[in-house]
């Protein structure tokens, strides 16, 4: 197998390249895309579930000004549909009567790779707990600076 998701060094934030400068004087070719604020569209196949989780998640990140962007309506439909995948695996169980142990091999594969799925999805906009670690939002809901939230982020760790 080539290589997994924490293969390698993780890259770099632009805003400390910055701060750190150029020293060898090569060619940056790092940029940061820029993608145009606008309305997230639900997906129809959503179910309750997935709907819940939907209107939860919009609420919640309509409080970090840019936290979402129109381009994010595919990532978080997925998350709402590993979330819909979760709530029906569970509701089987409850009416089944069985534990997860009970489950025939196939049910609890599908159970656990939609618990992965939905965390891994989550983790990238940081909704655990663990993952907003390090990440900087401003609190009166401006635009932060690349740079001053690394020497924030910095400032908090000395």
């Known amino acids: 197998m080539a290589g997994s ?4 060094r993780r890259p770099t934030p632009v805003a400390e390249m910055m701060l750190k400068g ?3 004087k090569r060619k940056s070719s790092v940029t940061e895309t820029a993608f ?3 309305e997230l569209e639900m997906p129809e196949t959503l ?5 819940q989780a939907w209107r939860f998640v919009i ?3 309509k409080a970090v000004p840019g936290m979402l962007k129109a381009i994010d309506t595919y990532s978080l439909g997925m998350f709402c549909h590993a979330i819909q995948d979760v709530a029906e695996i569970r509701e089987h169980l409850m009416e089944s009567g069985k534990r997860v142990g009970e489950l025939p091999l196939s049910e609890r594969k599908a159970l656990r790779e939609a618990e992965a799925t939905a965390i891994k999805l989550g983790a990238r906009y940081g909704w655990t707990p663990s993952d907003r670690v390090g990440k900087v939002f401003s609190s009166d809901g401006g635009p932060i600076d690349p740079l001053q939230a690394l020497l924030m982020k910095r400032a908090a760790n000395n």
Request: hydrophobic share 15%.
């Open 5 to 8: 998701a924490n293969s390698g």
């Open 22 to 24: 150029n020293p060898g």
């Open 36 to 38: 145009p604020e606008g």
């Open 47 to 51: 179910g309750p579930a997935g709907i």
């Open 59 to 61: 609420k919640q990140c």
